[in-house]
């Protein structure tokens, strides 16, 4: 049992309305379960494999849904890079692991299972990269078509690929991610699409399983969970999953929410930071992590109340600690994340540094996509292959043996 509840004014809507802000006030909808009628325990959870639709309980969905077999990504003790900041207890959720390489595809498995059980044919999207990649899966899964609106020349190549490969009408805008989402948003509303945009509130229904699964793989809630933070809806997602869990009695406390963004696309740093009841968007939003590459965030209201309420805080990270971080992360862990995801970490690392966070917390960073997302970025950080005549003399004297 849930309905659709306007954060900001409280109206609340049937659960088959199709809304994305409220009608009254034109704020951001949440689902809000009647969690008297929850009846689940956490053993029955934990009998079951670790997955999204492990919690099913608290997901909308009614049937058999969409899915891709998303979520139960892998929690990496981060030893390495955790010893070198001084953290023991430093960890990452590699949401790259995911079926299309990123934490969307927990939104969209059950956005787009919602899409069918609210009678929607078709679905779109705008997108830094990885959401249309996503929404391009699923609904090649479903069988409906999406449209997915693109900033031209800002997507990274292998978010691109997967959109076209999976069948989806890829339109690239002249213009940058939030005007693109303001041309979807009218595009569902004129033309009767399902847009799947984090504001959606059913999207960030499944994203908000992230923080369940970090639990269970940590066996306690973490002291804080950092995210890197783009249209600030995965840190708002999370937040309302652990507040759910806390009202079950399942967590007796909520981790400290951090949100990182990088230093050319700032905006809820600043008002965070300046201590703005709303935000102020960047025009002009840069960094090479083309993710979060993001101006206004349309979940900032969500985000802010996220990371005031928990006592978590934001901070920027520049393009060079970034990729400098993306680096430690694949040659000292193992762990291949694109520019975006090392954000988190690289947060971690600023936040430490200024004394910020204590040495003794644990911590769970949210890296959100897979490293073959942004290959160029990649291979642009990197020496090329030393290429060699075919014989065994010529290898070792490239291998300086
Ligand atoms: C790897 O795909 O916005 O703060 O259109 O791809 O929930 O937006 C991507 C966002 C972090 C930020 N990491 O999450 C899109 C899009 C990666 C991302 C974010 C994104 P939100």
Not at 172 to 193: K, P, T, W, Y
Request: glycine share 10%.
């Amino acid at each position: 049992m849930y309905r659709l509840v306007c954060v900001s004014c409280g109206a609340d809507y049937a659960p088959d309305a199709i809304l994305y802000r409220c009608s009254r006030c034109g704020h951001l909808l949440a689902v809000d379960y009647d969690l008297d009628t929850i009846a689940v325990s956490r053993a029955d959870w934990n009998a079951r494999p670790l997955s999204l639709w492990r919690y099913r309980e608290l997901l909308p969905v009614a049937g058999a849904p969409v899915t891709l077999q998303e979520g139960g990504t892998p929690l990496y003790h981060l030893t390495r890079i955790g010893e070198d900041l001084g953290l023991p207890r430093l960890y990452a959720k590699h949401e790259g692991m995911n079926p299309s390489g990123s934490f969307k595809d927990r939104g969209m498995t059950v956005g787009v299972s919602m899409a069918l059980q609210l009678g929607m044919t078709s679905v779109a999207c705008a997108s830094t990269g990885n959401t249309s990649a996503s929404l391009a899966a699923y609904a090649a899964k479903a069988g409906i078509p999406a449209v997915v609106l693109l900033p031209a020349g800002k997507v990274a190549l292998g978010k691109v690929a997967q959109a076209l490969m999976h069948g989806a009408k890829v339109i690239a805008i002249r213009g940058n991610f939030d005007r693109a989402l303001e041309m979807v948003q009218d595009l569902c509303e004129s033309h009767g699409l399902y847009l799947l945009n984090s504001i959606n509130p059913y999207r960030l229904e499944g994203q908000k399983t992230i923080g369940f699964e970090a639990i269970d793989q940590l066996g306690d809630v973490p002291d804080r969970m950092v995210l890197p933070v783009g249209n600030a809806g995965n840190i708002s997602a999370v937040h309302k999953g652990l507040i759910e869990l806390l009202r079950l009695g399942f967590i007796d406390r909520l981790p400290m929410m951090t949100g990182i963004q990088a230093a050319g696309s700032r905006p809820v740093v600043d008002a965070i930071e300046q201590g703005l009841a709303e935000l102020v968007p960047a025009r002009d939003p840069e960094t090479v992590a083309t993710a979060i590459r993001i101006g206004a965030p349309v979940n900032a209201e969500k985000a802010l109340t996220a990371i005031r309420s928990t006592g978590g805080t934001a901070a920027a990270v520049t393009d060079e600690e970034i990729l400098a971080m993306q680096r430690d992360l694949a040659r000292k862990e193992g762990i291949g994340v694109e520019p975006a995801s090392a954000a988190s970490v690289a947060g971690v690392k600023k936040l430490v540094e200024a004394g910020v966070i204590d040495r003794d917390e644990s911590i769970v960073c949210v890296v959100t996509g897979h490293l073959l997302k942004d290959p160029e970025t990649v291979i642009r950080q990197c020496e090329p292959p030393i290429e060699i005549d075919a014989d065994v003399q010529s290898l070792l004297s490239a291998l300086s043996l």
